[in-house]
């Protein structure tokens, strides 16, 4: 389940939410003020899938000396 982080526009303060896909898009109240005015900030969620692209550079690294195919058994290998 996805971890969302709300700000509140009238207290200025941050929480973080579980919440599943289906409710993602509902209003979230504060749980300081219990004000509706919260917007998403950031979601953790993406932000791991976003390291996915550390694996990429750690492949390039990963000693094929082909350009052209990720793995060594194209013919130019
Ligand atoms: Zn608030």
Do not use: W
Not at 53 to 77: D, N
Request: aromatic residues 6%.
């Amino acid at each position: 389940m996805p971890l969302y982080e709300y700000h509140c526009n009238d207290c200025q303060g941050e929480f973080e939410v579980l919440c599943s896909f289906s409710r993602a898009d509902e209003p979230v109240s504060c749980i300081q003020c219990n004000s509706s005015h919260t917007r998403r900030a950031i979601s953790l969620f993406s932000a791991v899938s976003k390291g996915g692209g550390s694996m990429e550079s750690s492949r390039s690294k990963g000693g094929s000396s082909c350009a052209s195919c990720a793995a060594t058994s194209c013919s130019t290998c």
